[in-house]
């Protein structure tokens, strides 16, 4: 099964940015889904992006759209995270996931099998 390592969060300032890795333990053989979600204090766990490893095709939550871009670097088994313009709100740990198959609504939360331990990230105004 695979593993995933998340990295890349930490403070900042509104309008700064970030970028959140995951380093996968196999290659996108066994992973066709990969999200990036995020959970705040007293919220559910939200989807925010994912890229199907095939074909390249990514998914973005509305909140974060323009500002988030998720990609992935298949020779390193990694996913990233470029999230500019953040804001207060964007506060939250973050948390990369894997799907099997890729089968299931990609901002839902049983759609992936595989959870890393999460990264925080902390904007302030």
């Known amino acids: 099964q695979v593993q995933l390592v998340e990295s890349g969060g930490g403070s900042v300032q509104a309008g700064g940015s970030l970028r959140l890795s995951c380093a996968a333990s196999?290659?996108?053989?066994?992973?066709?889904?990969m999200g990036w979600f995020r959970q705040a204090p007293g919220k559910e766990r939200e989807g925010v992006a994912s890229?199907?490893?095939?074909?390249?095709?990514?998914f973005y939550a509305d909140s974060v759209k323009g500002r988030f871009t998720i990609s992935q670097d298949d020779a390193e088994n990694t996913v990233y995270l470029q999230m500019s313009s953040l804001k207060p709100e964007d506060t939250a740990m973050y948390y990369c996931?894997?799907?099997?198959?890729?089968?299931?609504?990609?901002?839902?939360?049983?759609?992936?099998?595989?959870w890393g331990q999460g990264t925080q990230v902390t904007v302030s105004s």
């Open positions: 196999t290659s996108t053989s066994s992973r066709k889904l």
């Open positions: 890229i199907y490893a095939g074909s390249g095709a990514t």
């Open positions: 996931a894997a799907s099997l198959y890729g089968l299931g609504l990609w901002y839902q939360t049983n759609t992936y099998s595989t």
